[in-house]
């Protein structure tokens, strides 16, 4: 009796899984079909009215991101000392406080 459960359970989850990826499958299929389809109504709207069609492109550029990173590092670079003695002297501004009583 318990190999006909542990057979049907095994069955079960290998189906439920199959089901998983099918369903996922055909999610992205209908996805890309959206994305597709707008793609070309755009288009056919451009080549009716005239204008040239233009593709979708990712307005990012991988050089972008070094060249932030590249010019940050003006600040964490070491100073000599006579630098590190002159910002030292410039940030420090302390004022004395006098401790009072909380009530």
């Not at 709207?45 to 050089?63: K, S």
């Amino acid at each position: 009796m318990n190999e006909v459960v542990t057979t049907v359970v095994r069955w079960s989850l290998r189906l439920l899984v199959l089901a998983m990826g099918v369903v996922l499958a055909l999610s992205l299929l209908v996805a890309a079909s959206i994305v597709a389809a707008a793609w070309g109504l755009r288009a056919l709207w451009a080549r009716i009215t005239g204008r040239p069609v233009t593709p979708w492109v990712m307005r990012m550029d991988p050089r972008h991101g070094w060249n932030t990173v590249y010019r940050s590092t003006a600040r964490w670079t070491a100073h000599t000392a006579e630098q590190a003695r002159s910002r030292v002297g410039r940030s420090l501004d302390v004022t004395d406080v006098e401790p009072r009583e909380i009530h």
